[in-house]
């Protein structure tokens, strides 16, 4: 049973890392009223993404949630990430993660190793936060969906359906603040039944950042085992 949670949270994770808090059901729009809501969703989606690339910088709190009725799993996990342009800084399930714009730099204090591979930011599959931000841009469908009032905060949700059948995600749930155009949260739920709910508890922008924020420093990790993949 330990192996088998392991196993599907393992999983969870690295498609939410390939898809953001990486996400097949097909959904045809033939109705002009549900194509207009089609319209609609688009027109909020880009809001988001003109918001999100007219920061300096964002820094985000946030919560993962993990949940399977069918394994009776329940998994809560908190992180954080601070990004600039392709530049980021990742601490989740204590482990983090340092991009400086060409390697990332994994570091993993319960093993004492660090691992250093390349990244190809041409390469569409290779994912960054800044780009779980706007992943919705390509490869779903999506239309409008509930509005629901969290502490005085409207916050319209978009439902995206993915359009490759090879997706292992059934559905996405985007949750937006009306207002702010920031995203509140997504859910998202897959073909196994298997719910991630990553929950954004603090959202900030445009702040005072040392100059080495997104530089690694190997002498900071004396005693650890540096593993270069490339």
Same mark, same amino acid.
């Given at each position: 049973?330990?192996?088998?949670?392991?196993?599907?949270? #393992? !999983?969870?994770?690295?498609?939410?890392?390939?898809?953001? *808090?990486?996400?097949? /059901?097909?959904?045809?729009?033939?109705? $002009?009223?549900?194509?207009?809501?089609?319209?609609?969703?688009?027109?909020? *989606?880009?809001?988001?993404?003109?918001?999100?690339?007219?920061?300096? !910088?964002?820094?985000?709190?946030?919560?993962?949630?993990?949940?399977?009725?069918?394994?009776?799993?329940?998994?809560?996990?908190?992180?954080? +990430?601070? &990004?600039? =342009?392709?530049?980021?800084?990742?601490? @989740?399930?204590? +482990?983090?993660?340092? @991009?400086?714009?060409?390697? $990332?730099?994994?570091? +993993?204090?319960?093993?004492?190793? +660090? $691992? /250093?591979?390349?990244?190809?930011?041409?390469?569409?599959?290779?994912?960054?936060?800044?780009? &779980?931000?706007? @992943?919705?841009?390509?490869?779903?469908?999506?239309? &409008?969906?509930?509005?629901?009032?969290?502490? =005085?905060?409207?916050?319209?949700?978009?439902?995206?359906?993915?359009?490759?059948?090879?997706?292992?995600?059934?559905? /996405?749930?985007?949750? /937006?603040?009306?207002?702010?155009?920031?995203?509140?949260? *997504?859910?998202?739920? =897959?073909? #196994?039944? $298997?719910?991630?709910?990553?929950?954004?508890?603090? @959202?900030?922008?445009?702040?005072?950042?040392?100059? !080495?924020?997104?530089?690694?420093?190997?002498?900071?990790?004396?005693?650890?085992?540096? !593993?270069?993949?490339?």
């Amino acid at each position: 049973m330990k192996m088998k949670i392991q196993e599907i949270t #393992n !999983n969870s994770i690295m498609k939410m890392s390939k898809k953001f *808090l990486q996400v097949a /059901i097909l959904l045809l729009l033939s109705f $002009t009223s549900v194509q207009a809501q089609d319209k609609k969703a688009k027109d909020l *989606l880009n809001q988001v993404t003109a918001k999100i690339k007219s920061y300096n !910088n964002i820094s985000i709190d946030f919560k993962y949630s993990l949940n399977n009725a069918k394994e009776n799993i329940n998994q809560d996990s908190k992180g954080n +990430v601070i &990004m600039k =342009g392709n530049q980021y800084v990742l601490n @989740f399930m204590g +482990v983090t993660k340092i @991009f400086d714009g060409q390697k $990332t730099y994994t570091i +993993v204090p319960e093993d004492e190793e +660090v $691992t /250093i591979s390349k990244v190809n930011e041409k390469d569409d599959n290779a994912v960054t936060p800044s780009k &779980m931000l706007t @992943f919705f841009n390509s490869g779903y469908k999506y239309n &409008m969906d509930i509005v629901q009032n969290v502490k =005085g905060r409207k916050i319209q949700y978009i439902k995206l359906v993915p359009t490759s059948g090879k997706d292992q995600r059934k559905e /996405i749930l985007l949750g /937006i603040d009306v207002q702010t155009k920031h995203i509140y949260n *997504l859910i998202e739920t =897959g073909k #196994n039944g $298997t719910k991630t709910t990553l929950t954004v508890n603090s @959202f900030k922008t445009n702040q005072p950042l040392s100059k !080495n924020q997104f530089t690694f420093v190997a002498s900071k990790y004396p005693k650890y085992y540096i !593993n270069k993949l490339d």
